[in-house]
Structure formats: structure tokens, C-alpha cells
């Protein structure tokens, strides 16, 4: 068996250099929980990217649930997106 995990955010999560041409990204839940993962540093750039052209935005990491460690849960063999958040009809109706 195998257990996925999506991890969604509103704002880019921060980054530390990692080796091998990788970053270490650490984010927690409502509950406290944290999720440590490495990334591909230019998957998170370009995320980083994509995120600074938007108005608004969402993303997600996703990947593999790993074992429990001190730093958190690792998320294995993941990967980040972000999304384009655009706004509801109705908001358009107001603004005119």
C-alpha cells in the first residue's frame, strides 16, 4: 500500500538550500503537524515565479507520505504547483 499525500497552501512556503540541487521545505497544518520534503530547486523557483505573476493564488505539494521523524513527517519524491485563484462572477458584477 501506498499512502499519497496533497499538501495545499495560500503562500509560498519559505525554503532552505539543500544539496544536490534541492530545497527543504517544512510546512505545518491546523493541527500542528509538520511535513518536511525536499524539492527540486528549480520546481520551487518556478513555482515561486508563477506565484509573484498572479493576484492571487494557491498551490499544493504532493507526494509520497513517508515516515514520522523529529523534524516532521516526510513527504517523499514530491513535487509543487500553483494555481491561479480567479475571482468569483459575482465580484466582477460589484466592481463595475
Do not use: H, Q, W
Not at 37 to 48: D, G, M, V
Not at 68 to 87: H, Q, Y
Request: charged residues 30%; hydrophobic residues 35%; glycine residues 8%.
Amino acid at each position: 500500500m501506498r499512502s499519497e499525500i496533497t499538501l495545499k497552501f495560500n503562500e509560498i512556503p519559505p525554503a532552505d538550500p539543500a544539496p544536490d540541487k534541492k530545497v527543504l521545505v517544512t510546512l505545518s497544518d491546523e493541527n500542528g503537524n509538520k511535513f518536511v520534503t525536499l524539492l527540486n530547486a528549480k520546481s520551487y523557483k518556478k513555482a515561486c515565479e508563477a506565484a509573484a505573476t498572479y493576484p492571487k493564488y494557491a498551490g499544493s505539494i504532493s507526494g509520497k507520505l513517508g515516515k514520522l521523524t523529529e523534524d516532521g513527517f516526510e513527504v517523499l519524491e514530491a513535487g509543487i504547483k500553483v494555481f491561479e485563484v480567479k475571482p468569483k462572477e459575482e465580484a466582477k458584477g460589484e466592481a463595475a
